[in-house]
């Protein structure tokens, strides 16, 4: 297969919230087209895209997946992309690589929570935005009330072309408002049939038509003064302003389909050629030198230096790895070498294929403004640019949302730990959403994500692919132990065992150091009553046993001990000797030096709609939150406040079922604090108990 003229690609994100008919969409165009021989379904698990086993178990894309059409001598890439919040970042992801977003909208439910924040995304990457109301066909589908909702939230930049013809079950056909002419579908096979304009609909059709005339108006400074002066414009002027608004952003065409019925494909198909840009008609990008110097254009011109961005990675148990990338300049053959920045090596593009969803097909070549996959790439992956070193760029990675939940977990057979570790560092790579790292604290292993259903799905391909389990816990909170005044104890260990005995004696005082502090260990031993050889054993007891813990097991910190006294043997006295009495002094001085426990304190923003304010601040309130200021944030509002960690565990489901899903936050560690008396008795206990299981 040759490479395309980048002026006949269209790179399309097709986004919406979950159970908007995404994939179904897909699967219409792809059958629509030629790509497959019949319609597949989501429920019965035969679509292109939804392949994976977690997607046909519950019905829902879980990540993004690339297919093609050939429509109107044009290649269009469809990256059908989850709606489901757990997921959400592989659109945000493939919103980067893009040039236009295909915003679906379930005709029943209207726009919803993940529909604004992936319009609001594409807005800030500026990509051009065409929506399809989906869903014509079912009951208490109305085209109107979702025309008002997304023009409420948008803007009067969403302007119908077409108009449904029927409602409901009865759903057959459109009307083009552009050329004022109507299409029935008689069955599933998506081809139109051209009528004339059911009488019901002429005066709505007219009006409707006059609104989409005034809304290009207004988006032309040529055609405005035109159109006050009450002048008609031609349907060249029409159709030449609907495609610079709609490409330049200013204009969302909406047309109304059923994907499921394959009615109105066709149409969408052609507004997907006619009003989102190719990357020629993008244009450059500006993309950072790798090595710091500045920044260089990077357009999609094939005889310019290569430049690839890779903004997905599957992992396949039999196929390996396979990188989705935009090829955003010049051309690459099977045998190019190019450079990876972030590694400095150079990878091989030896396997270049064109993806329909899990299938593959090789191709000799690629060039600027496609989007391909490349199979079995050494060290290469999510965020990666691959550059031709005579012009090395770097492509800023993809920001991911950060985990909103954490879980610890341990494996379900002994000593399967590290194919554990394995496993989810593998599963890292396909989902850098994800995240998996070892608490030295704690000493548990962590795996966070942006919710509970993320994390179960991760832990199910492990299963599947790598046939190892584990079992989820609530992640340990990393207290720490502390002291607030200063206290003095002894040490001493003395054992006779019928030979060679042991005897270490220390004398130690501790004092408190300010937050942040550390430890410091102070020898002030004078005259040799203890050894210059066992100081460092007293020492290394004393540390052993901070890391270890006093009060519940958890580290101590910021502490001063001075070792000012002690005794020796000459016969029975060891460094293992020294190195208990150091021990046992620790633990006695602790006793008497009023121990606390101190807890993490995060900073948390939270961002949420005005109208959830009072519920959110009561309810970090509940859970010991001070306030430290909010602000306005367009149509959100951001509230910022210090929580203790521990309290922030089962946060993200609460602030999910506050704000219906509109809200989310971020959180990092700003200092610790004294955990409150009545507390740490149940922490303590807590501790206890799990010392003696």
């Not at 019905?59 to 993004?64: K, N, P, R, V, W």
């Not at 599933?188 to 609104?211: H, N, Q």
Request: hydrophobic fraction near 40%.
């Amino acid at each position: 297969m040759a490479q395309v003229d980048p002026a006949k690609i269209r790179n399309v994100a097709v986004v919406g919230h979950r159970g908007s008919g995404k994939t179904s969409l897909v699967e219409a165009a792809l059958y629509t087209t030629g790509g497959k021989n019949r319609l597949g379904s989501v429920t019965d698990g035969t679509t292109t895209m939804d392949h994976d086993e977690d997607e046909i178990k519950r019905q829902m894309s879980i990540s993004a997946a690339l297919a093609h059409v050939e429509w109107d001598k044009r290649k269009i890439n469809l990256v059908d992309t989850p709606g489901e919040a757990s997921f959400i970042s592989e659109a945000m992801a493939t919103l980067t690589v893009v040039e236009g977003a295909l915003m679906l909208v379930n005709a029943v439910a209207k726009v919803e929570v993940q529909t604004e924040r992936l319009w609001r995304r594409a807005v800030e990457l500026g990509v051009a935005r065409l929506v399809a109301v989906n869903m014509m066909d079912r009951e208490r589908a109305d085209f109107d009330d979702a025309l008002a909702a997304l023009t409420d939230r948008f803007g009067d930049g969403v302007v119908p072309v077409a108009l449904p013809i029927g409602k409901e079950h009865e759903f057959s056909g459109l009307v083009d408002l552009v050329h004022m002419k109507a299409y029935t579908y008689p069955d599933t096979s998506g081809k139109a049939k051209e009528t004339t304009i059911p009488a019901d609909l002429t005066e709505a059709a007219a009006t409707a038509r006059e609104l989409l005339v005034e809304r290009v108006a207004e988006s032309d400074d040529a055609l405005i003064e035109k159109y006050l002066e009450g002048e008609e414009l031609t349907l060249e002027e029409i159709l030449g302003a609907l495609k610079s608004g709609a490409i330049e952003g200013r204009l969302s065409p909406v047309v109304p389909v059923s994907a499921t019925k394959n009615i109105g494909i066709d149409r969408l198909l052609d507004m997907i050629e006619f009003g989102l840009p190719s990357p020629v008609r993008a244009g450059a990008r500006s993309v950072p030198l790798a090595n710091g110097s500045g920044e260089v254009d990077v357009a999609p011109n094939p005889d310019d230096p290569a430049a690839l961005f890779i903004f997905k990675t599957i992992s396949d148990q039999f196929s390996g790895r396979i990188n989705l990338a935009k090829v955003f300049s010049g051309r690459i053959a099977s045998d190019s070498h190019l450079l990876n920045p972030r590694t400095g090596e150079k990878e091989r593009t030896g396997n270049i294929l064109t993806m329909q969803g899990k299938e593959s097909k090789g191709i000799d070549e690629a060039g600027a403004g496609d989007i391909i996959a490349l199979g079995k790439l050494k060290d290469t992956s999510t965020g990666d640019t691959l550059t031709d070193p005579s012009r090395a760029v770097h492509f800023p990675p993809v920001e991911f949302p950060p985990p909103a939940i954490s879980f610890a977990i341990t494996a379900k057979a002994k000593g399967e730990e590290e194919k554990v570790s394995n496993a989810l560092k593998r599963l890292g790579d396909e989902d850098p959403a994800m995240q998996f790292r070892f608490d030295s604290q704690t000493h548990e292993m962590i795996i966070a994500g942006t919710s509970q259903v993320h994390v179960e799905v991760i832990l199910d391909k492990m299963k599947r692919r790598f046939g190892v389990e584990v079992d989820l816990h609530p992640p340990r909170v990393p207290y720490r132990e502390t002291i607030r005044k200063a206290s003095t104890a002894q040490g001493r260990h003395k054992k006779q065992t019928g030979g060679r005995g042991q005897f270490g004696d220390c004398w130690i005082e501790i004092q408190p150091l300010p937050h942040g502090g550390g430890f410091e260990f102070e020898d002030a031993i004078v005259g040799g009553s203890i050894p210059r050889g066992f100081i460092p054993a007293v020492e290394k007891g004393i540390v052993e046993t901070m890391e270890r813990g006093v009060i519940a097991g958890y580290t101590v910190v910021d502490v001063k001990v001075k070792l000012f006294d002690g005794s020796y043997h000459t016969v029975d006295s060891s460094e293992m000797a020294f190195k208990i009495a150091g021990s046992l002094a620790f633990h006695k001085a602790m006793e008497g030096a009023a121990p606390v426990l101190l807890e993490p304190v995060m900073n948390v923003e939270v961002i949420a709609p005005e109208a959830n304010m009072g519920d959110i601040m009561g309810d970090l309130s509940s859970r010991r939150g001070r306030p430290q200021g909010s602000e306005s944030m367009g149509e959100m509002h951001v509230i910022r406040a210090q929580v203790p960690l521990a309290e922030m565990l089962t946060y993200a489901p609460q602030l999910r079922s506050m704000t219906g899903g509109r809200g989310s936050y971020t959180m990092d560690v700003d200092h610790y604090d004294e955990v409150p008396a009545h507390l740490t008795e149940k922490i303590v206990e807590e501790a206890k108990a799990a010392r003696e299981e």
